[in-house]
């Protein structure tokens, strides 16, 4: 089955720049996604089509691809983006989605 | 307000049955794809399958297919999941959410419905 490989954590300082990667396969070929989680709430789309902002999301959030490796950057990290990180995508024929293992932010 | 609201907690015994809802308002209910996400205890995003609420056609997870029934009843805006033979591996919060049409992501999410499964 396809999956996407994301590192399990990753820290940073308020101010600094976060970022987090998303590997698989199909990337060069399928659009990914981002999604923001927070303990005890639903998921947010913060990023989609590799690289779009959903309107209300901040422009510190940003997303880019090159070959098989989807990031999401977060520039200037606010303690409020401390949260769980997961990527999406879908395999090579677009059959079915699949989300990353998820990253965990930790804002020191 | 644009919204999916889900059905409240289950706790089940392994073997029962059941179907858990997920109800949208604010929108074209039909319009829009409808997803099934789980998350495990302590674990990350899983996506199960998700449905079509114009025409009923679902698609479904391979690891998943063949255990749950994904379904939608367009004259109230209803999607549901069901199973007919609950595993304690089922325990979980299940997530409903809307396939955005020009973001193709799941931009509106259900507030989550916890199903434990225990003897």
């Known amino acids: 089955s396809y999956e996407l490989t994301q590192p399990p954590s990753v820290s940073v300082s308020p101010g600094q720049t976060a970022r987090i990667t998303c590997s698989g396969d199909?990337?060069?070929?399928?659009?990914a996604y981002w999604y923001q989680q927070k303990p005890g709430q639903a998921p947010v789309l913060v990023i989609y089509?590799?690289?779009e902002r959903p309107s209300g999301i901040p422009e510190r959030f940003s997303g880019s691809s090159s070959k098989t490796t989807v990031t999401l950057t977060i520039s200037g990290v606010q303690a409020e983006d401390e949260a769980d990180y997961y990527c999406?995508?879908?395999?090579?024929?677009?059959?079915?989605?699949?989300f990353g293992g998820g990253t965990k932010l930790t804002v020191l | 307000e644009v919204q999916l609201v889900q059905s409240g907690a289950e706790v089940k015994k392994p073997g029962e049955s059941l179907r858990i809802s997920c109800k949208g308002s604010g929108y074209n209910f039909t319009t829009y794809w409808i997803n099934w996400v789980r998350q495990m205890p302590g674990k990350g995003l899983e996506w199960m399958g998700s449905i079509d609420p114009s025409d009923s056609h679902a698609n479904y997870s391979p690891s998943l297919q063949g255990h749950v029934t994904i379904s939608s009843d367009k004259s109230i805006s209803t999607a549901s999941l069901q199973w007919t033979s609950l595993k304690a591996s089922d325990t979980a919060l299940y997530y409903c959410?809307?396939?955005?049409?020009?973001?193709?992501?799941?931009?509106?999410w259900g507030q989550g419905t916890t199903v434990i499964v225990s003897s």
């Open positions: 999406q995508s879908t395999d090579s024929s677009g059959s079915y989605w699949v």
């Open positions: 199909a990337l060069p070929r399928q659009y």
């Open positions: 959410a809307r396939q955005g049409r020009t973001t193709l992501g799941m931009d509106v």
């Open positions: 089509k590799d690289s």
